[in-house]
């Protein structure tokens, strides 16, 4: 048994960023600032307005170019873009005719997928190339295919052992590499899952950061605690270790949420955490953060007013930017492990 411990119960959360008796302004800011803002988008592969849906392969004609316009009218704003190396999914909802079938729909495709290798990063240069093209903007990686066979279509790692989540990223980073796209070791898991053997298997291939809980509705406090989306009982406002070596960032904020969330978030010294889909619209679904005009207007006018209110005291920031200073004295495997583990991925 290995000599750390994965952190899915509530007692094993203790090794919280802050000081469990000073929740104030977090000391990892950059001096003078008393809070953050943060900014990330999932979704996002070569799907163009001649796919099933436009997902940032229109460029700046598509999603991009309105994130770009963003951008553009804040210089001090920073984004971070999940990006899925080989997206297969085309509806997020089950809707093919063996879902009504026992045993059959635990192991086949529910949804409508595309050929493994259409979306690949490999094959879209271009794509790749404006990725990292784009200003003051980190990719980090939205797991491989971005779907899974039964009930849960787009919740990609679940019901996964350890090895076969290490295979996963470790493949999904190498596609990454051999694209030539550059990125940081961040993970936000499709359908927000991130189980232990998730989180394990982020340790062994060396992700330093997962963004998993999504909670939109508690209400603020310093001490909130996630009870929406992905993770449970983690820190709503600020980063928590949930492994050693494995930083965990919870969103807070997205279109639906008011201009007032965001405020007290701050003034609480928190992570505003951003959350967008690229697409607005897709088979079966409607985002509602997608990244449509309406959205953006919004976040440009809730920056603005941000920016009056709180003045330079804000860090606008990254995840990795956020992550990178927490992680640098944090634990890590031996090198003989995480070596195993790469090969193991490869095999």
Known sequence: MDDWQFAPARELRRAFILDDSRLGPIHWYRPGKTAAVVLSVDDVFPGTSRSAYESGGDLEK??????LWLLQRHPQLKLTLFV????????????????????????????????????????????VA??????????????LHHINRGQAVSVEFQNRDRAACAAMLAEAMRIFDEAG?????????????????????????GIDW??????????????????????SGVSMLFPER???????????FQATSPA????????????????????????????????????????????????QRFGEAIDWTTLNQLA????????????????????????
């Not at 079966?284 to 953006?296: A, C, I, P, Q, R």
């Not at 495997?333 to 193991?344: D, K, N, W, Y």
């Open 62 to 67: 598509g999603a991009l170019g309105r994130v």
């Open 84 to 127: 899925t190396p080989d997206w297969r999914r085309i509806s997020p909802t089950a809707d093919r005719l063996w879902r009504h079938v026992p045993l059959l729909r635990e192991r086949l495709y529910l949804a409508r997928v595309l050929p493994k290798g259409t979306m690949d990063l490999r094959r879209h240069g271009e794509f």
């Open 130 to 143: 404006f990725l990292n093209a784009m200003p003051r903007t980190e990719i980090a990686i939205h797991g």
């Open 181 to 205: 796209l550059r990125y940081v070791r961040g993970l936000q898991p499709p359908g927000w899952d991130c189980g232990a053997a998730l989180q394990q298997a982020c340790r062994d291939v």
């Open 210 to 231: 997962v963004s998993s809980a999504r909670d939109i509705v508690t209400a603020v406090a310093r001490d909130a605690r996630t009870v929406m989306s992905g993770l």
């Open 242 to 252: 949930i492994a050693p070596g494995l930083l965990h960032f919870s969103t807070n």
């Open 260 to 307: 007032e969330r965001a405020f007290a978030i701050l003034e609480a010294g928190g992570v505003l955490s951003i959350k967008a889909h690229i697409a607005k619209s897709v088979p079966g679904h409607l985002h509602l953060d997608g990244v449509d005009e309406l959205y953006m207007n919004y976040l440009d006018r809730l920056f603005c007013e941000i920016e």
């Open 324 to 347: 990178t200073p927490l992680s640098a004295g944090a634990s890590a495997p031996p090198t003989e492990q995480r070596a195993a583990a790469v090969a193991h991925c490869a095999a």
